[in-house]
């Protein structure tokens, strides 16, 4: 039986998931409450008890003697102290042998942990034993709740002015901030790169904008709070990473392709199963246009871990062809032949040399590979490529160094050889008949038409596609520079 940790993350359903949420947000509320929480605050869940955690309250040595006046100026002490407080006048103190007894009626939790610390530390005490109740009564609570209320407003109202210039001070620093991403001649010094260029602005204006958080809570003495939100920050980007890891991967591996480019702009190259030539390089993609004019996007993630093939880096390109000759012709004079037909070819380069090799002995015939290299920046490498097959074929038959088509021997039993020889015989005129060449006639084209077929058949180099391409790649920008490294 399979386990569910051995399922993929999509296998295993929404349970997984909500486990993963409640994660997430039990490292936020740690994060979040921890700075906040006190340790005599904590209340056990089930039965709303106080729980006391080790190692958190103090120990005192206790005395061997118990004296009534002790008690009693212990609990006229914590009487003094509670009456001038004014969420503790309701509490009722007993002492005996140095326990200390609250009880009485309190409007909040908060009320009660501070009675419970304050008769701990008087000298002498040895337990407190917290009888103290919250008040229920629904006037008295809703008094208290408007006493807050307006005690709270009354603060903000005295708050505003700093609030004012607190806001001020965030606001003038977002501005300079947009203002600072105005200079371009300044980044530009650190790296010729635009897409680091960039990098740079944005890091420049996120810790602008801190500065000015920062000095803003400065002025409300509310630096503390700095160190929550840069928690909660950092848990809301962990959990934003999760959600986003494949675009962040991508952006990484944007950031590591235009530091050290394998390509640029308008070079051939071919990735994994896709070919063409390059458009642009964004934050996210490679965009590839294919010889039949078709936009491929690939993930830069893929790009960086890919094994490219670049046929633009080098200028200079060999290509390959095989020729089949009959086992009776001369291989030195065929590939002699081959070679000078080669090199004779428009758009064939003479260094690195042509070349031509015995590959292999067929049944009927010896194949032969052509090699020639040519100058991709001036000639077009298909059309060269195709220049040099036709002149070898029209060369060969020139020379009488036959092709032959393969041929098959068959063995028919059960019938007459007279009948084998009318096939025979019907199989050779047809075949004679299919090899008689019909006239052509010449077919009218216009001078327009004439140029294209010239144009086709020629070696120059096509530059429709490139056209295509600097249209394409001056819609948007391009990370994509001549000045930064190539690999």
């Known amino acids: 039986m399979n386990s569910v940790m051995d399922k993929p993350d999509e296998a295993r359903g929404p349970l997984f998931m909500l486990r993963k949420l409640l994660l997430l947000l039990t490292l936020a509320t740690a994060i979040l409450w921890g700075p906040f929480a006190s340790a005599d605050a904590i209340q056990d869940i089930w039965t709303g008890e106080k729980v006391d955690l080790p190692g958190t309250r103090e120990t005192k040595p206790i005395s061997v003697t118990d004296n009534a006046q002790t008690d009693a100026a212990i609990e006229a002490r914590l009487q003094n102290i509670y009456s001038n407080i004014d969420e503790l006048k309701s509490i009722q103190v007993q002492v005996n042998s140095g326990v200390v007894a609250l009880s009485g009626e309190l409007l909040t939790t908060a009320a009660q942990n501070e009675a419970v610390k304050l008769a701990a530390q008087v000298e002498g005490v040895v337990e407190v034993e917290d009888s103290t109740i919250r008040v229920k009564t629904i006037s008295v609570r809703l008094r208290h709740a408007l006493d807050n209320f307006i005690a709270r407003t009354d603060q903000w109202v005295a708050y505003l002015p700093l609030l004012l210039v607190a806001l001020i001070v965030i606001i003038g620093f977002w501005l300079l901030s947009r203002w600072v991403l105005r200079w371009d001649g300044f980044f530009q010094r650190f790296s010729k790169n635009a ?34 939100l840069l928690g909660a920050a950092g848990l809301l980007g962990l959990a934003v990473g999760f959600a986003i890891r494949d675009t962040v991967e991508n952006y990484l591996a944007s950031i ?51 094994i490219i093939t670049n046929y633009t880096r080098n200028p200079e390109r060999r290509f390959r062809f095989q020729v089949g000759v009959d086992t009776s012709v001369d291989l030195t004079a065929a590939r002699s032949l081959a070679i000078k037909t080669t090199l004779q070819t428009e758009g064939v380069i003479a260094s ?53 088509e393969p041929i098959y021997r068959l063995r028919v039993q059960g019938m007459a050889g007279g009948m084998i020889e009318d096939m025979a015989e019907h199989t050779g005129q047809s075949k004679t008949e299919h090899r008689v060449n019909a006239p052509v006639a010449d077919i009218p084209a216009s001078e327009a038409v004439t140029r294209q077929i010239n144009h086709a058949i020629g070696v120059e180099k096509d530059t429709e596609l490139d056209a295509k391409i600097q249209q394409e790649a001056a819609q948007e920008t391009d990370l994509l520079n001549d000045n930064v490294a190539k690999e």
């Open 352 to 404: 690195p040399a042509p070349a031509c090799h015995v590959e292999t002995l067929g049944d009927s015939n010896v194949v032969l590979t052509v090699y020639g290299w040519t100058d991709q920046q001036r000639f077009d490498f298909s059309k060269v490529r195709s220049a040099v097959i036709q002149n070898v074929k029209d060369a060969f038959d020139a020379a009488d160094f036959e092709m032959p």
């Open 256 to 306: 590591l392709l235009s530091v050290r480019q394998p390509f640029s702009p308008n070079d051939h190259i071919v990735l994994d199963s896709y070919e063409g030539k390059v458009i642009r390089l964004t934050s996210r993609a490679t965009i590839l246009m294919t010889f039949d004019g078709n936009h491929v996007r690939i993930p830069n993630a893929i790009v960086y871990k890919g």
């Open 195 to 228: 897409f680091i260029v960039d990098l740079l602005k944005q890091v420049t204006r996120a810790l602008l904008i801190i500065t000015g958080l920062f000095v803003a809570l400065e002025i409300l003495d509310a630096t503390a709070l700095l160190g929550s």
